[in-house]
């Protein structure tokens, strides 16, 4: 009965290379969010979802796409893959309005090498 | 731009001693604010959230306070247990917004 879940867990590929990173709540909220945990594991936002509409974007490459098929899910892909890239993302979700705390996600360890 | 600080970055205590984590965050003007929990290699663990209209919150043996107006929160642990040892986040809301800002965390090891 996972609240937010992430697969997968663990990720090891080649520079240059696209993946994806898929993110589903059952908790029925309105909201997900990506966060990335650098190797200083300092978490910071990159995007946020509301019932499928983009509401943050923050300075991203453009290599990073979110895509959400509906409100329960919110996917990560990353297109040629750099070095750079490797960290923990976490995906989140609350409630609309900012007022609710937010689930986290166990997170993916994104290795790139 | 809000900024969230945390200090000390790195505890050390014996078990059995109540101990306070600090965070402190530079715009008053937040919705709520939240304290995670970390284990290595794990996900974040929720454990208390203040509304921003709210003073505190407690559960079990942590209580956590929020000064807003003085941009500062505290974490209490009561009677600290070497399952405690993690990091712990500060994390606060944006009014305005839905972004969750975090701390760079403290991270606490209790030892037996």
């Known amino acids: 009965d996972t609240a937010v879940s992430q697969t997968p867990k663990y990720l090891v590929t080649q520079m240059g290379n696209d993946k994806s990173i898929k993110c589903e709540q059952n908790?029925?909220?309105?909201?997900m969010y990506w966060y990335k945990q650098d190797s200083k594991k300092f978490l910071k936002i990159m995007f946020s979802?509301?019932?499928?509409?983009?509401?943050i974007n923050e300075t991203v490459p453009n290599r990073f796409s979110p895509k959400s098929p509906d409100k329960a899910h919110l996917n990560l892909h990353i297109n040629s893959l750099e070095l750079g890239d490797s960290a923990v993302y976490f995906c989140a979700s609350s409630r609309a309005g900012g007022n609710y705390g937010y689930t986290f996600g166990s997170g993916t360890r994104l290795t790139v090498v | 731009k809000q900024e969230v600080t945390q200090i000390p970055a790195a505890l050390s205590v014996p078990e059995g001693e109540n101990l306070v984590l600090n965070c402190s965050f530079t715009?008053?003007?937040?919705?709520?604010l939240q304290w995670f929990r970390q284990d290595p290699g794990k996900g974040l663990t929720s454990l208390l959230l203040?509304?921003?209209?709210?003073r505190e919150q407690t559960s079990g043996r942590l209580n956590a306070s929020l000064d807003k107006s003085s941009g500062r929160s505290t974490l209490y642990i009561a009677a600290s247990q070497p399952g405690d040892s993690a990091t712990y986040l500060c994390a606060v809301v944006q009014g305005g917004s839905e972004k969750l800002v975090f701390g760079k965390g403290t991270k606490l090891t209790v030892n037996p």
């Open positions: 979802y509301n019932n499928k509409e983009l509401i």
């Open positions: 203040i509304q921003s209209s709210q």
């Open positions: 908790l029925g909220h309105d909201t």
């Open positions: 715009d008053s003007a937040i919705y709520n």
